[in-house]
DNA sequence: GTGGATTATTACAAAATTGTAATGGAACGC
DNA sequence: GCGTTCCATTACAATTTTGTAATAATCCAC
């Protein structure tokens, strides 16, 4: 489950957002302790972190400016001013998106969605379809069953998956895999090819990769299979 | 250089928007063949699509709903409506933003850099400081040299890189390592621990993992050593 | 359909990865 | 300081990974 942060000083729109949020699913964790925030913050293990800009005695954009500094974690800042230059420093500070006060829910909880999906395209893990794939890991799964590939065998899939719909050329690939080539067999990508293929037959996925004769091979999405 | 695709039917807008980003040092590419745009957009090869939710003959939410099924590239929607129900379906339909037109171009282009900051947190690339991080290749570079990790190794930074500069247990990087464990001898961790070390110091990085005795460990930003 | 080019499969040996164990060093309490 | 606990290092053997080569299967042109 996703725990959001909010940091909000308006007791009455933290209690609102709470009850939205944990409406759709989220763990909500609230911040109080304004004296030591930033302390506070940089410990925060939130997903995502709503940030009022405007919060008593704190300049919300000089916090995200050195929260950014050190963490990651996307932060969607919060303002009841109108102002574009808010957005304007508020953007350029590092906020992944900007909502303005009084806020319309729906458009809340789809921009953190969309910031989840695109955490989720990134991050140590990839989803493919139903799947899950963690590229350092080398682990594709489906949640019954995981099979683990080797380091060759992650990176042509990784090269498929980026282009998945796509012819990919074995000239594409074997970049990928031996960069400008001292030169290696032909034939250690098919190889390669093939014991990937293996693999993912046995998560189901038979077929997944097909041959273009002549010009590569295609990734298919799991999900239209 | 990043390419980014304009797919709006105002000639004037695209002229204006082509020596926008242009300025700001990003190839654009135009489309005008808005018979085939379904078949276009789908091989495109640009970074980021600006998308006009309005175009002649042609529903932009259905365009992009299709678009997503099958391809992850980042789209910006631009509208000259305003209604709130048009952001709503975008957002839905996996745009990663939204602008209303008449835009501002500082506005533009921050949301543009969002964007392309988020991707760079993901994909296959993690950014550590100067350096480049590529989890599936188990490459650590920093443009003159770099240093090949293995399995063990990258995972183990990706751990430490997640929580950098916060102290990480070394339980968790047991159980990121091997999960809800067929008991692996405690040592195996600080083996692999110490031969990370010795390849990150090959990049000049010595120092970068230190240890908290009874604590466990954490990773300094290659930034601030 | 036959020949030639392209891709697949299998088996194998060289190389890389990884856990273990044995030894050494550093920090801390007392 | 001494002993104990916690972590680091090194060397080594078992396992895994990977390129090669030999052979088989598939596809396309003619």
């Excluded at 763990?27 to 293990?45: C, F, R």
């Excluded at 969605?113 to 140590?124: I, S």
């Excluded at 949640?143 to 998956?161: A, P, Q």
Aim: with cysteine; hydrophobic share 40%.
């Amino acid at each position: 489950m996703k725990k959001i942060q909010i940091i909000e000083d308006d007791a009455a729109l933290r209690r609102e957002l709470r009850i939205l949020l944990e409406g759709e699913g989220y763990a909500v964790v609230e911040t109080e302790d304004y004296e030591n925030l930033a302390a506070e913050i940089m410990k925060s293990e939130a997903d995502l972190i709503l940030l009022d800009i405007n919060l008593p005695g704190i300049n919300g954009e000089e916090l995200l400016r050195r929260f950014r500094k050190e963490k990651q974690t996307p932060v969607i800042m919060l303002t009841s001013r109108t102002s574009e230059t808010d957005e304007v420093l508020s953007m350029s500070y590092g906020a992944d998106d900007y909502i303005t006060k009084p806020y319309n829910p729906t458009i809340l909880l789809l921009r953190i969605a969309a910031v989840f999906r695109r955490m989720n395209l990134t991050g140590n893990v990839l989803s493919w379809g139903g799947l899950s794939v963690h590229p350092a890991k080398g682990i594709i799964s489906n949640g019954e069953k995981e099979i683990v590939l080797t380091k060759n065998e992650m990176i042509i899939f990784e090269v498929l998956y980026a282009k998945a719909g796509q012819i990919v050329s074995r000239d594409e690939l074997m970049t990928a895999l031996w960069d400008n080539e001292e030169y290696v067999n032909d034939n250690a990508l098919t190889v390669n090819i093939s014991r990937l293929r293996n693999k993912l037959a046995e998560l189901g996925c038979d077929g997944a990769v097909e041959t273009r004769k002549k010009q590569g091979y295609i990734l298919w999405n799991s999900e239209n299979m």
